[in-house]
């Protein structure tokens, strides 16, 4: 049976956070219509077993994937990372030119200012819901 891992005031102390998994500092740019979008963050496994995230979801985008940016031959390519596992004890960051979470088919453009939540699924079956800030076109790192 699947549940659900989010921030609720009276129940959990911090947003992004299930079975020793740990979302912080999750942000996005301001997007142009027709654009795909990407989100970064910190993700910290403090369990003591690997966690797979199996699908991500989100109302800003029709689809979303990890992928990673890499340089091959002096050019710039992106790959899709499938199963996207943190090894435990083990912090990945998702950053602009490396790990990033790929939005893509976005019906709409992404706002500066806004916020818009995204879902990890995880294979224990447990989902982990977490915010993320949208910053402004360009931006190299989180919004203040």
Not at 102 to 131: H, I, Q, V, W
């Amino acid at each position: 049976m699947k549940f659900l891992c989010v921030f609720f005031l009276s129940l959990v102390t911090l947003p992004g956070v299930c079975e020793g998994l740990q979302i912080s500092e999750a942000w996005s740019r301001a997007t142009v219509e027709g654009r795909m979008g990407a989100v970064y963050a910190t993700i910290e496994n403090t369990s003591d077993h690997p966690i797979r995230i199996e699908g991500i979801k989100t109302s800003v985008a029709m689809m979303a994937q990890v992928h990673e940016s890499y340089l091959d031959n002096g050019m710039m390519r992106m790959r899709h990372i499938e199963p996207f596992t943190i090894p435990a004890g083990e912090v990945r960051k998702l950053a602009p030119g490396g790990l990033h979470i790929m939005l893509m088919r976005l019906p709409k453009p992404l706002a500066e200012g806004t916020t818009f939540e995204t879902k990890f699924e995880l294979d224990s079956g447990a989902d982990l819901e977490f915010p993320v800030v949208v910053g402004s076109m360009g931006q190299m790192s989180k919004p203040e």
